[in-house]
């Protein structure tokens, strides 16, 4: 499946889940970490996805999928663990127009999920359009490695400073000049031993710098 990248805003938006067992507890995880109104049907499900409804944190329907669950969907997510049902509930969100994302087989739904490193407010999606989780996996966790916590920091601080930068430096070429010397400053090693107030003082040096 070749796709467009794209990082969506689920916050409050209704989405559904079909599946209950241990596939569906994963998505179910990330969704709820979106912020999403989750609705789960499923006939039975997982102790932890048993914990979240009792606490209110989703919704579940304890019976199996019907046509028309969708209908109030933004998303919709097919993680059942019989591919016919994973089909039928792909292609009636798909007469709706609404996206889906099918465990199994993948290609059936019409958007996968990527494999995320998270830091801060940098995201980072790996995806092999279906071809290999385990490559997702393995490419993720090389990426956690590779991209320290303290980078989110850094762009958090950058983020802060952008408003002064865009003032201070009315040439689009001096603006590139002064992100970089923030990126490149002692701001990142300080934020790697915690020591902020060092960092922002660091970062706004660079910045200042002509």
């Not at 499946?1 to 209950?20: C, T």
């Not at 409804?53 to 919709?76: I, K, N, T, Y």
């Not at 958090?156 to 040439?171: K, M, N, Q, W």
Request: proline share 5%; glycine share 8%; aromatic share 4%.
């Amino acid at each position: 499946m070749s796709g467009w990248p794209v990082s969506l805003d689920l916050a409050g938006k209704r989405v559904l889940l079909v599946g209950g067992g241990a596939v569906g507890e994963r998505k179910a995880g990330a969704l709820l970490a979106a912020a999403a109104d989750l609705l789960l049907v499923a006939p039975e499900v997982t102790a932890r996805l048993a914990e979240w409804a009792a606490a209110g944190r989703l919704s579940w329907l304890a019976r199996g999928w019907e046509p028309g669950d969708e209908a109030a969907a933004w998303l919709v997510v097919a993680a059942t663990n019989r591919l016919d049902v994973n089909a039928a509930v792909a292609a009636a969100a798909a007469a709706q127009r609404i996206f889906c994302n099918v465990a199994a087989p993948p290609e059936a739904g019409s958007c996968q999920a990527l494999a995320a490193v998270q830091r801060g407010p940098v995201l980072i999606g790996l995806g092999t359009a279906g071809a290999s989780p385990f490559a997702a996996k393995k490419l993720r966790q090389a990426v956690e490695a590779a991209v320290p916590p303290e980078v989110g920091e850094l762009v958090e601080l950058l983020g802060e400073l952008r408003p002064e930068i865009v003032a201070r430096y009315a040439d689009e070429a001096a603006r590139r000049a002064a992100y970089e010397r923030v990126w490149q400053s002692a701001a990142r090693d300080a934020l790697a031993a915690g020591e902020a107030v060092a960092a922002r003082a660091a970062a706004r040096a660079a910045m200042e710098e002509a």
